[in-house]
């Protein structure tokens, strides 16, 4: 996701303002897990999951392979999202808000609208911006299509890939659940101190909690399962 602000918050000093101009440079093209490695490195994510091990009489738990199926359950999701970039150098978050298009085996489209309108389609090929000509792919070889790597993994429930990458615990019922991530390789041990995600039958916010005091929270809202891909969100997908 892309983190900037129209205008610097009030009281802000010199070195303030070339720290937000630094952080709206540098998170450019990247979804939001770059703000997490800077990304996460979401969706409404559907898609958290974690193992409970060792702790005797959960046979009938909320487990792993349970939420992986809830989240995994939809075909579409479309919602509304608000993200904070809280930097340690400012006052204020940095906010920015859209709309998301989840598809199962398709991808993930990030429509930011404010402070500024810019296009995002993640998917298995990678990361692609919307310009005057269509779509473009951005550069794969970057941390920050590792990022978004992950990131696709948390919203399509991709449990392989997140445990691999993580340490996970999950608490909580069907309707009512937190996903724990702590980092495993070192990679994003310099990145993420941990990961919290917590939803419903959907996820509703993921919180990045960085190792230099840095934090991100994102919020899903007015998120539904009942409405198909519109002919251009298809379009979109397809192209």
Not at 10 to 17: C, E, I, K, M, T
Not at 196 to 221: F, K, Y
Request: glycine share 8%; hydrophobic share 40%.
């Amino acid at each position: 996701m892309i983190y900037c602000h129209p205008h610097p918050p009030v009281g802000a000093g010199l070195s303030d303002r070339r720290t937000a101009a630094k952080v709206v440079n540098d998170d450019a093209g990247h979804l939001t897990l770059r703000t997490a490695l800077r990304f996460f490195a979401s969706k409404l994510a559907p898609t958290m999951f974690c193992v409970l091990l060792g702790i005797p009489g959960l046979a009938s738990a909320f487990d792993l392979q349970q939420l992986s199926d809830q989240l995994a359950r939809p075909e579409v999701i479309h919602g509304n999202f608000i993200q904070e970039k809280h930097l340690r150098a400012l006052p204020q978050p940095l906010t920015s808000k859209g709309t998301f298009v989840l598809a199962k085996n398709q991808g993930l489209l990030w429509l930011l609208k404010t402070p500024l309108q810019q296009d995002y389609r993640i998917n298995a090929k990678g990361i692609a911006r919307r310009d005057a000509s269509g779509w473009q792919m951005l550069p794969g070889k970057s941390a920050g299509a590792e990022q978004n790597r992950l990131f696709l993994a948390v919203l399509q429930g991709d449990s392989s890939g997140l445990q691999r990458d993580f340490e996970l615990s999950l608490s909580g019922n069907a309707q009512n659940w937190t996903l724990t991530l702590v980092p495993r390789s070192m990679l994003l041990k310099q990145v993420f101190n941990q990961i919290n995600i917590a939803g419903g039958e959907l996820v509703h916010s993921i919180q990045l909690l960085e190792t230099q005091g840095d934090s991100t929270l994102l919020r899903m809202q007015d998120s539904t399962s009942t409405q198909p891909l519109s002919e251009a969100e298809q379009l979109d997908f397809a192209e």
